[in-house]
């Protein structure tokens, strides 16, 4: 009965749509647990680049067990090799099924002071998170999205042009969408929210507009 009061918010997104801000925004206005999947893969993405000898799904499913959200969000899984190895890494059915397990239970056993949970990623709304309260697909124009890298990597001092970060970009959606296990699609129940022409603000009033209907229905 618990698991029906939890508030339960599912994002789909390709790289760079402001996914991860939207989740963010909307975690801390209604105290929700939130999850970046995607970092998960890039965590694990490099382990495989630290140590591809000894890269095996027996150390992954050790990591993952005991795998704590601050690790998540050390700058060095943004770099661009990590986003690469993160990509092929979440080919495999094996590693994304340990995974799982541990996204399944963030999602539906957060903790308790939290009111529920956000999970964003490729396939949250199409395996993860099926039944979520909510459910959306964020997405932008390429251009944008390259844009918006290309300013988050300027910032950290990386030193990267913008042709290799649209360049990166694209491997990445070509990577997301083809792939044989949980692509990146939109799945018929979920809002669309296309933030090419949106700032931060007005998407995120637009997104707790429709919650907040429901949630007062």
């Known amino acids: 009965m618990k698991k029906k009061k939890l508030i339960t918010v599912a994002i789909d997104s390709p790289a760079a749509a402001g996914a991860g801000t939207q989740a963010k925004l909307i975690a801390k206005h209604y105290n ?17 680049l ?25 700058n060095s899984l943004l770099a661009d090799d990590v986003a690469v190895s993160a990509s092929i890494i979440a080919k495999d ?13 963030c999602a539906y056993e957060p903790p308790k002071k ?3 949970s956000i999970l964003d990623g490729r396939d949250i709304t199409s395996v993860i998170m099926k039944d979520a309260m909510f459910k959306f697909f964020i997405t932008a124009s390429i251009k944008a ?7 988050e990597y ?14 990166s970009i694209k491997t ?22 296309n933030t090419t022409k949106l700032s931060k603000t007005t998407c995120f009033k637009k997104i707790k507009h429709i919650m907040d209907r429901k949630l007062k229905a």
């Open 32 to 48: 929700l647990f939130y999850l970046d999947t995607g970092k998960i893969y890039r965590y694990i993405g490099k382990l495989n």
């Open 50 to 74: 630290q140590n591809p000898k000894g890269f095996k799904y027996s150390l992954i499913k050790k990591k993952i067990k005991y795998l704590k959200i601050k690790y998540l969000k050390s």
């Open 93 to 105: 059915n094996k590693i994304r099924k340990i995974v799982h397990n541990f996204q399944k239970k």
């Open 114 to 116: 939290y009111s529920g």
């Open 145 to 151: 999205r390259a844009i918006r890298r290309f300013k």
């Open 154 to 167: 300027k910032k950290l001092n990386k030193k990267i042009t913008y042709n290799d970060v649209l360049k």
């Open 172 to 193: 990445r959606d070509f990577s997301d969408k083809q792939r044989k296990y949980g692509p990146l699609l939109k799945t018929k129940d979920s809002t669309l929210i």
